[in-house]
C-alpha cells in the first residue's frame, strides 16, 4: 500500500499536480477514518491543486506588473476622500472596464491615494486573469524616446502594447516634449479598443496640453482615451499634509485648486 501510495505521488509530481502532491498522504489517511469515496476523496484533493495554480498565477502576474508596491481595495481609506465615489471604485473591481479595453483616469493633487488606487483594481484585473504593466509616466515616454532614438520604436510599442492593461503612473507631474508626445500617441493609438489603459495624473485632463508641449497630440490622445473611458476625481488633502497638520506641524493648508477638477 505504501509503495502505491509512494508510485501516485510520483506521478502527481511529474505531472506538476503539486498541491494535490503534498496532500495526498494525510488526505487519504483522512479519507480512510472517514470512509471516504474515491469522487469524495478527489472533491477534496482537486480544489487544493486549483487554489495553488490560482494562487501561482497571481503571484506571477504581480510581479510581471512590476508593481513599485502593493497596494489593495481594503487598504484604501475611503473615509479620508469623501469626494470619491467608492461604490463606483468597488463597481470597477468586476473589471468590465479591462475586458472592453475601456480607459480608467484617476486624477487629483499628490498624495491622495491616486496610486494606491490604481495598483488595487490592477491587482483586480490581474485576479480576473488580464496581464497589467506597471510604469512611471516619465520611465514609459523614456523608453519610447531611446527606442526612437536606436530605431527600435515598433519592437517598444509592441512590448507596451501586449498588456491588456497598461498603467501609466504619474502623469502631469513633470512636461514632456514634443516629440515625447507624438510617440506616446502612437501607443495610445496602438492601444486604442484593444487593451486598457489606466492614467494617475494631478493634472484635469483640460490642463494636458500644458503637459505635452501642445494642443494638437494632446486632444488626438485624449480622443481615443475618453472615447470609451472611466473617470475617478479625488478632491482632498494629500496623506501625508493631513498627517502634518494633524501633529501641529503645517496649519491650514488647502490642496491646489486646479488638481482634480474635472
Not at 494562487?55 to 489593495?72: D, N, S, V, W, Y
Not at 490592477?122 to 523608453?143: K, Q
Not at 483640460?206 to 480622443?223: E, S
Request: proline share 4%.
Amino acid at each position: 500500500m505504501r509503495a502505491a501510495v509512494d508510485a501516485l505521488s510520483d506521478m502527481l509530481a511529474r505531472l506538476k499536480l503539486t498541491a494535490m502532491r503534498d496532500r495526498l498522504h494525510g488526505l487519504l489517511d483522512e479519507a480512510a477514518r472517514c470512509d471516504l469515496s474515491l469522487r469524495e476523496t478527489l472533491a477534496v484533493l482537486c480544489p487544493a491543486e486549483v487554489s495553488h495554480r490560482e494562487e501561482r498565477r497571481i503571484q506571477m502576474g504581480t510581479g510581471i506588473a512590476k508593481f513599485p508596491h502593493q497596494r489593495t481595495l481594503e487598504g484604501f481609506n475611503f473615509a479620508a476622500q469623501p469626494s470619491l465615489d467608492a461604490k463606483q471604485v468597488r463597481d470597477l473591481t468586476v473589471c468590465r472596464w479591462a475586458t472592453n479595453g475601456d480607459a480608467l483616469l484617476i486624477q487629483g493633487p499628490p498624495g491622495v491615494g491616486e496610486t494606491h488606487l490604481a495598483i488595487a483594481l490592477a491587482r483586480e484585473a490581474i485576479r480576473h486573469g488580464y496581464s497589467v504593466l506597471f510604469s512611471p509616466a516619465t520611465s514609459l515616454v523614456t523608453t519610447l524616446v531611446r527606442g526612437h532614438a536606436v530605431g527600435r520604436l515598433k519592437q517598444r510599442l509592441a512590448q507596451l502594447a501586449k498588456p491588456k492593461l497598461l498603467i501609466m503612473d504619474e502623469f502631469g507631474y513633470l512636461p514632456f516634449a514634443p516629440a515625447a508626445a507624438h510617440l506616446l500617441f502612437q501607443l495610445v493609438s496602438r492601444r486604442y479598443e484593444r487593451g486598457s489603459i489606466l492614467i494617475t495624473s494631478n493634472r484635469a485632463v483640460g490642463d494636458w496640453g500644458t503637459v505635452l508641449g501642445g494642443q494638437v497630440v494632446p486632444t488626438a490622445i485624449l480622443d481615443r482615451l475618453l472615447h470609451e473611458s472611466h473617470v475617478l476625481t479625488i478632491r482632498g488633502d494629500s496623506y501625508r499634509l493631513r498627517e502634518k497638520r494633524r501633529s501641529g506641524l503645517i496649519k491650514g493648508t488647502q490642496a491646489p485648486a486646479s488638481a482634480g477638477a474635472s
